[in-house]
């Protein structure tokens, strides 16, 4: 059976030890971070399985091969989504990028919001997006780029307003995939182009068949996925990496 996390009968586990529930252990995540302290070398562990397992086989259950390319996953993550399960996500992140002093965190809209804004409370940090659209109450004064959707087939010019990146920001990219990488390298132009640091980038299902992830860990940067989908066919089903 598939754990779903539902705090009651899923356990935290500290080197296979039961630990506490999810939502209890996230908070005492939250109250560390917020005191200074930091808490190193936990994997958690729900329901016995790790965060990259529980993914796989919550795809497996309830995602879609709609076709060689096209993975529905809107049960749980990008149109429905499971708020328990990011933050399993995010303290996975947390855990693999402990150290490397991340201050902020950016993502695009609009399926990367609600994972972000989880991690953004286990990181204890600002959350900015890149948005699609411009409107009447967003500064001109923006970093922008374009950016191809190869699942919409148009351009998208997004934009982070100059107020809310800095020389000073390390920053963290979180997206629910990656593909063909073009949303990530948009994010990254406007990222560098504020003079800011990217620490990398935390995503929760790379399509490792596709040849994004592979040319941006080429180009030095450090990728973190947590499901990467090695190939999939409607009538086969999914392999994983």
């Known amino acids: 059976m598939i754990p779903h996390i539902d705090g009651k009968v899923n356990r935290v586990r500290h080197k ?19 005191a200074g302290a930091t808490i190193k070398g936990i994997l958690v562990i729900v329901g016995g399985w ?13 995602g879609e091969v709609k076709s060689s390319e096209i993975l529905k996953v809107d049960r749980f993550l990008n149109h429905q989504m499971d708020p328990k399960l990011f933050l399993a996500m995010a303290e996975e992140w947390k855990r693999l990028f402990d150290g490397c002093g991340v201050n902020k965190l950016v993502t695009i809209e609009a399926s990367g919001i609600g994972i972000a804004a989880v991690a953004g409370l286990v990181f204890d940090c600002p959350v900015v997006f890149a948005k699609k659209t411009k409107s009447r109450n967003v500064s001109d004064d923006a970093y922008t780029t374009v950016v191809h959707s190869f699942t919409h087939g148009n351009d998208n ?9 800095s020389p ?11 593909a063909n990488g073009a949303a990530l390298d948009g994010l990254i132009t406007l990222i560098e182009n504020a003079g800011a ?45």
């Open 16 to 34: 296979n030890r039961p630990f506490g529930d999810l939502p209890g252990f996230c908070e005492k995540r939250l109250r560390a971070s917020r």
């Open 50 to 62: 790790s965060v990259m397992q529980l993914l796989e086989q919550r795809i497996l259950a309830e």
């Open 157 to 165: 010019t997004i934009r982070i307003s100059r107020e809310y990146l």
């Open 168 to 178: 000073s920001d390390r920053v963290l990219v979180i997206d629910d995939f990656l």
């Open 197 to 241: 640091t990217v620490v990398g980038a935390g995503i929760a299902v790379e399509k490792a068949f596709q040849p994004g992830g592979a040319r941006i860990r080429a180009r030095g940067y450090r990728v973190e996925s947590l499901a990467r989908v090695q190939s999939m066919n409607p009538e086969t089903g999914i392999v994983f990496c």
